[in-house]
């Protein structure tokens, strides 16, 4: 907002709400660890905009520390609607790589604000549409370190969507073990624990991020992910230049190491004969062309093949008519090595032949 357009929005008399605080940018440098947002200090303080109560006024307005107005309507006059940015709401549980997540978008050239109050998100969508095109992409990181903040989100949420603007919702999960080991390790205390144990704050956390997690576009399960996984997994989803109809994720993995908690789908693999059990193929793993022969060649091996991939399109019209862009497909087996990376291979064949971008991900291959 220029100078005189400041002073003209102040010159009305709207109220504005006390800054106490202001949203900081993600840091520009790389994260070290996937729970990194865990040790982040809230070294700065954020408030909400106070809505404007004058009767000859539409709009909503946030202070600027000048005390100058802006407007948050997502769609003011003179502006296209094909100005409106795209926007990615970044969330989850404290310690799961919320960081990380957003400086992998933070490389792939989106403008990244972290820890920003949900009562801000549609002033930044519009001046993302005032910025004529330099501001297309924005991702926003939501938690609960803005405490009374957060209560916001929801009714920031349906105003955008009265307004049509598109947003996606990223949400970061993980095990309570993986994130007390990760609170520990850093000797930083959960952001809601007060003065009880890391897993009252865990707990606590959980349940308030209950429903965003309901609503979320896409659920990444970090708890036996690095660092470079997880941005593998950013990568795969948002460095496409354009936005496909649908995204999927196939997975193998083995049910004696636990079923992947962000999986959508899941199917068992164990109705087929164990490659274990054959000496000659017992080292190799479902990659090798061998073993990916055997398992085909099973009996029921081709027709579940063929059947599920049918299942998968019937199941793709609808994830599109309800507006869901991103699946996760766990395949297993006993122990993630032969079947379920032999068959989770040729599934993602056939999605990807049908026009669904699809990314493979072996979680436990290489663990025996």
């Not at 907002?1 to 504005?16: G, S, V």
């Not at 990194?36 to 700065?44: A, G, K, L, M």
């Not at 036996?224 to 354009?242: C, T, Y």
């Not at 109809?245 to 087929?272: H, I, Q």
Request: aromatic share 4%.
């Amino acid at each position: 907002m220029t100078e005189h357009d400041a002073q003209h929005t102040a010159d009305r008399d709207q109220p504005t709400a006390d800054r106490d605080q202001a949203p900081t940018a993600v840091s520009q440098q790389a994260p070290r660890d996937i729970g990194e947002d865990s040790t982040r200090r809230d070294d700065t303080r954020h408030d909400a905009a106070g809505p404007d109560t004058g009767p000859d006024s539409a709009e909503h307005t946030a202070g600027h520390e000048d005390g100058a107005q802006v407007s948050t309507d997502a769609t003011p006059p003179g502006i296209p609607e094909a100005a409106i940015p795209e926007l990615v709401i970044i969330s989850g549980m404290s310690g799961a790589g919320r960081s990380t997540a957003a400086k992998c978008l933070e490389d792939l050239g989106w403008f990244v604000v972290d820890n920003l109050p949900p009562a801000l998100i549609p002033t930044m969508v519009e001046l993302g549409a005032r910025s004529q095109g330099n501001v297309a992409r924005i991702a926003v990181v939501v938690d609960v370190r803005g405490r009374r903040f957060f209560d916001n989100l929801r009714e920031s949420l349906a105003d955008l969507a009265a307004k049509n603007v598109t947003r996606r919702i990223v949400f970061l999960e993980s095990s309570d073990d993986a994130l007390v080991r990760r609170f520990e390790s850093v000797r930083r205390p959960h952001p809601l624990q007060g003065d009880g144990r890391i897993v009252d704050g865990i707990a606590a956390e959980r349940e308030l991020l209950r429903e965003l997690r309901g609503d979320a576009d896409l659920v990444i399960d970090t708890s036996s992910l690095n660092v470079h996984e997880l941005r593998a997994k950013m990568d795969a989803q948002f460095a496409g230049e354009e936005e496909p109809e649908l995204r999927a994720t196939v997975m193998s993995f083995g049910f004696k190491y636990g079923l992947p908690v962000d999986a959508d789908l899941v199917v068992d693999m164990r109705f087929l004969p164990n490659p274990h059990w054959v000496p000659e193929l017992r080292p190799y793993t479902g990659l090798n062309e061998e073993v990916a022969t055997y398992v085909l060649n099973q009996p029921g091996a081709k027709e579940f093949l063929d059947r599920y991939a049918e299942l998968l399109q019937l199941i793709a019209g609808g994830y599109r008519r309800e507006g869901k862009r991103y699946v996760t497909i766990a395949v297993g087996c006993t122990g993630g090595k032969h079947r379920s990376v032999a068959m989770s291979e040729k599934l993602a064949a056939r999605l990807a032949a049908e026009g669904v971008e699809t990314v493979v991900v072996h979680r436990d291959m290489g663990r025996e």
